[in-house]
């Protein structure tokens, strides 16, 4: 596990929304099935809860063993986490908060997990950086401050291989994001206030 220092520069994480829980979620299912881990102090994180996670990895199944994974936007980290008991060969963490670093941190720590880095970056920062390919992207950006198009765009500027799957999470009624030439929906769903989906990107 590396853990990288950097500038903060995206709108304050507090806008991602409350969690309004302070307590733990779980792993659904792989390696760690049945694990707890915390979510951050404060009200910083809107964890994506277990029933929109068991559908999402049901969609991945057939992609996810193997596979390099990006959480963006990691927060508690729970989509990260549970692609890597799920079989993930990686998983890279982005996340501003020092808050949320920390604990992502101490969680991979305590569950003796070298898969995995921890990078306390902007997002958008994060993009603008030396590009490597990632077979899984998890967007979860803050509700109406960041766009999910445009991180597609940025995205699309060969962080993703030719196959990649990425994940969007949105707020429901929120207009779909313009994605770039070559990705399709091929899920979508929604829950509660939450529209999600998966896209695949082929390159063509």
Known sequence: MRLQQNLVTMPDMAKRGSSGQSGKLRIISGRWRGRRFQ????EVTRPTGDRIRETLFNWLDPFITGSRCLDLFAGTGALGLEALSRGAAGVSF???DPRAVRQLEA???QWDCAD???LKEDALHFLAGTPRPFDIIFLDPPFGVIDPGNLCTLLDNKWLTHNAHIYIEMRRGDAMPELPPGWAVIRDKTAGQVQFMLVHRTGE
Do not use: K, S
């Open 107 to 109: 969680t991979l720590r």
């Open 94 to 96: 982005v996340d501003q």
């Open 116 to 118: 995995a880095e921890v």
């Open 39 to 42: 979510c951050p102090p404060g």
